[in-house]
């Protein structure tokens, strides 16, 4: 029973959930023969002001990128 967690800075749709959950589950199958409705996926959603990458947090680097 495979068990993937999906962790994304910001809000997903449902029908992106459910379109990244049908290409991991394909992928699974695919590649480790693991079939689909055996394939657990949970999707961790966080503000981008509760991540950082390096130094600065996300939605700092989301303010810089809006600047130019």
Request: without cysteine; neutral net charge; proline residues 3%.
């Amino acid at each position: 029973m495979p068990y993937v967690d999906v962790k994304v800075g910001g809000k997903l749709t449902a029908e992106q959930k459910r379109e990244i959950a049908k290409d991991i589950s394909d992928s699974l199958w695919r590649v480790a023969s693991k079939p689909q409705a055996s394939v657990y996926i949970s999707f961790t959603e966080f503000e981008r002001d509760s991540f950082a990458k390096g130094e600065n947090l996300l939605s700092d680097l989301d303010k810089k990128a809006q600047e130019k």
